[in-house]
C-alpha cells in the first residue's frame, strides 16, 4: 500500500514502522494510518522521511482538540492539496483542526469549513470580490501566501470585527463563516496550538509508549533480540566461512604430504614451539631480574657515594697534618737559627762531628 502511494522503496520500511505506531497510539488501522500520512505527504511534496513529523502533528492535534488520528487521517484528503497550493503550512492547518474540534466543531465538519475558508479565497465571488474592496481587505490567494495563515485571519478580523453580515458575504458557505468564527474567536489560542505543532517531535512515540501492555513491550524485546541477532550473523558469516575455506585448505595440503613429509613437520612444528617456549621463558626470567639488577645498581651507587662523602674529610685530615709538619719544621728552623746565633762556635763543632759521623 505505501509502495503504491509513491512511498520511497529505500525508506519504505522505516515509513510503515512509524504509521504502525502512530495506528497504534491513534485508536485506528495501519491502512487508514498510511492512506492520511500519504495524502499528506504527496500533497505537501515532502518525501517519507517527514513522516515522523506529520504523525506527531497529528498526535498533537488528536491531544489539543476533540478528534483522533484515525478521524483525521480519513478526512485530511479533502484539504491537503488546497492547503499546500495556499501556502498553509501543516502547522497551521493542524492547529486549526485541533481549536476547531475542540470547541466543538465535528472533526469532517472541521474540514469542510477549512476548505470553504480556503475556496473563498482562491474562488472569489462577485459578492466576496465586493465586501472585500468595501472593507479594504487583501483578500487574494497571493496575500494570504505572502503573510501566512494567522495573520491573514487576523487581519480579515481586525477588518470585519464582529459584523456577521460581512462575514457572511465574505465567505459566502455557512461552514466557511463560522470555522473562521471559531478560528478567530481567540487568536491567541491558535497561535499556542501553532506552537504545539512545531514543538510535538515524539509525540507519537511518546503516545505509543503509554499504550503498550508489559506484555507488548516483552514481545517487543524479544523481536528486537532476534533482530540483533541475525545482524549479528550478517557479520560473523564471512569471517566463519573464511576460516573454514582455510581449514580445508590445510586439511587439503597436508592430506597430500607424505607420511616422512608428515613426520618431519610434526617435528619441525614441535622443536619450532618448544624454541618459542624456552625463549619466551628465558625473556621472562629476564624480565623478573630486572627489578633486583636495578635494586643491586642503586645499591652501588649509594655506596660510591658514601665513598665520595669521605674523601673530602680524608683530604681534609691530609692536608692538616701536612700543616703541622710544615709549623714543626718551621719550629725546628727557628731553634736553630736561634742557637746558631747564641754559640756560633758549639754549632760549627756539632756539624763537623756530625759531618764525620
Known amino acids: ?28 488501522d495501519t491502512t487508514t494510518a498510511i492512506d492520511g500520512l500519504t495524502t499528506v505527504l504527496n500533497s505537501y511534496g515532502l518525501s517519507a522521511e517527514n513522516a515522523g513529523k506529520i504523525t506527531d502533528q497529528m498526535l498533537m492535534t488528536q491531544n489539543l482538540g476533540k478528534t483522533t488520528f484515525g478521524d483525521l ?27 476547531l474540534t475542540k470547541n466543538g466543531v465535528q472533526t469532517s465538519e472541521a474540514f469542510t469549513g477549512f476548505q470553504g475558508i ?12 465586493k465586501t472585500a ?9 497571493e496575500h494570504l501566501g505572502q503573510v501566512g495563515w494567522i495573520q491573514f485571519l487576523t487581519e480579515v478580523k481586525e477588518k470585519v470585527g464582529d459584523d ?37 517531535m515524539g509525540a507519537t512515540e511518546l503516545a505509543f509508549n503509554k499504550m503498550l501492555t508489559p506484555a507488548e513491550k516483552n ?32 586439511t587439503s595440503w597436508w592430506n597430500g604430504l607424505s607420511d616422512g613429509q608428515k613426520a618431519f613437520a610434526v617435528h619441525a612444528i614441535t622443536l619450532g614451539v618448544g624454541k618459542s617456549i624456552s625463549a619466551v621463558g628465558r625473556f621472562s ?14 645499591s652501588a651507587a649509594s655506596i660510591i657515594g658514601k665513598g665520595f662523602r669521605v674523601i673530602p674529610g680524608a683530604l681534609r685530615l691530609v692536608g692538616g697534618g ?21 754559640n756560633p762556635v758549639f754549632f760549627a763543632l756539632t756539624a763537623l762531628v756530625m759531618l764525620l759521623v
Do not use: C, W
Open 1 to 28: 500500500q505505501a509502495i503504491s502511494a509513491s512511498v520511497d522503496t529505500a525508506h519504505v520500511t522505516d515509513f510503515v514502522r512509524t504509521a504502525a505506531i502512530a495506528a497504534k497510539a491513534g485508536f485506528t
Open 73 to 99: 487521517a480519513q478526512g485530511i484528503g479533502s484539504v491537503a492539496t488546497a492547503a499546500s497550493l495556499a501556502k498553509v503550512s501543516t502547522d497551521d492547518l493542524f492547529a486549526s483542526m485541533a481549536i
Open 118 to 129: 480556503l475556496s473563498a479565497v482562491s474562488k472569489q465571488s462577485q459578492q466576496t470580490v
Open 133 to 141: 474592496a468595501a472593507m479594504g481587505i487583501d483578500f487574494t490567494p
Open 164 to 200: 456577521q453580515t460581512a462575514i457572511q458575504h465574505l465567505f459566502g458557505r455557512v461552514e466557511a463563516a463560522n470555522a473562521f468564527k471559531v478560528l478567530t474567536k481567540d487568536l491567541g489560542q491558535l497561535k499556542d496550538a501553532q506552537r504545539a505543532m512545531g514543538d510535538s
Open 219 to 250: 514481545k517487543i524485546a524479544m523481536n528486537q533480540m532476534k533482530n540483533a541477532l541475525m545482524d549479528l550473523r550478517g557479520v560473523v558469516a564471512p569471517v566463519v566461512m573464511a576460516t573454514a575455506q582455510a581449514v580445508k585448505s590445510f
Open 285 to 298: 626470567i629476564f624480565i623478573n631480574r630486572l627489578p633486583r639488577t636495578f635494586r643491586n645498581i642503586r
Open 322 to 342: 701536612f700543616l703541622r709538619m710544615a709549623g714543626i719544621v718551621k719550629t725546628a728552623m727557628s731553634g736553630i737559627a736561634a742557637a746558631v746565633a747564641a
